[in-house]
């Protein structure tokens, strides 16, 4: 079993929609949560710890829910920079990052 | 933020050659870095774990014989991809973390022809 889990997608929406994008974790110890964002052949650049309390940053909604070994991203009016592939990640040990496969997002005009 | 530099961007080599790549943390010292590979359209995949003035970590399934890993000081971590192959092409990323946050070099887009 993958130690993370994600929906490749792809996700096509139009400008001004919501999108949600869930994510499951294999190893219930696992310590940080964790979306991040890559843009086509470049790295991965942070867009939002995901807390227990969920939190939220703008039009980006993040929720952990530890029980369900579950994290999910929302986004809200949806712009056309949103596009790109979304990956969600997980810290199992302490700064050991595994990655879900990336969700795919492509908002069209 | 903090800043990794990862050298060089693209690199074409021939089969059986060996290819270096660098990883540096640029403002910070990191006693542990993380080399990840990405096929094309699929996730970053952790290779190994870098420790600082130790052997590395790998992960189950990575050849530590062919994917040389040296991490002689607190700002710079080396990856060796020995004999590459051209099934050894794929985008190779680094990471050093501060605190619970992961800083990601640029990547090396390698090409094995």
């Known amino acids: 079993r993958k130690e993370v889990e994600q929906d490749p997608g792809p996700f096509n929406v139009p400008e001004g929609a919501t999108v949600a994008f869930n994510c499951t974790y294999s190893?219930?110890?696992?310590?940080?949560f964790f979306w991040y964002r890559q843009d086509c052949r470049k790295e991965p650049k942070l867009l939002m710890s995901?807390?227990?309390s969920g939190n939220e940053d703008g039009r980006f909604t993040a929720q952990l829910n530890r029980a369900s070994q579950y994290i999910s991203l929302l986004i809200r009016d949806s712009k056309l920079s949103d596009s790109a592939t979304y990956l969600c990640?997980?810290?199992?040990?302490?700064?050991?990052?595994?990655f879900g496969t990336g969700t795919s997002l492509t908002v069209i005009p | 933020g903090a800043v990794v530099s990862q050298h060089p961007s693209r690199v074409i080599c021939k089969s059986g050659t060996s290819v270096k790549i660098e990883c540096r943390s640029l403002d910070f010292q990191a006693t542990t870095m993380f080399w990840y590979r990405q096929f094309p359209k699929q996730s970053l995949m952790l290779m190994a774990t870098?420790?600082?003035?130790?052997?590395?970590?790998?992960e189950q399934g990575v050849e530590k014989d062919k994917f040389l890993i040296n991490h002689a000081s607190l700002t710079l971590s080396t990856l060796t991809v020995t004999s590459a192959h051209p099934e050894d092409s794929s985008f190779y990323i680094c990471?050093?973390?501060?605190?619970?946050?992961?800083?990601f070099g640029q990547g090396t887009r390698l090409t094995v022809v």
């Open positions: 990471s050093a973390s501060v605190g619970v946050e992961a800083f």
């Open positions: 990640v997980v810290d199992q040990t302490g700064n050991q990052f595994y």
């Open positions: 190893n219930s110890a696992s310590q940080s």
């Open positions: 995901v807390y227990s």
């Open positions: 870098s420790n600082e003035g130790s052997k590395a970590t790998y």
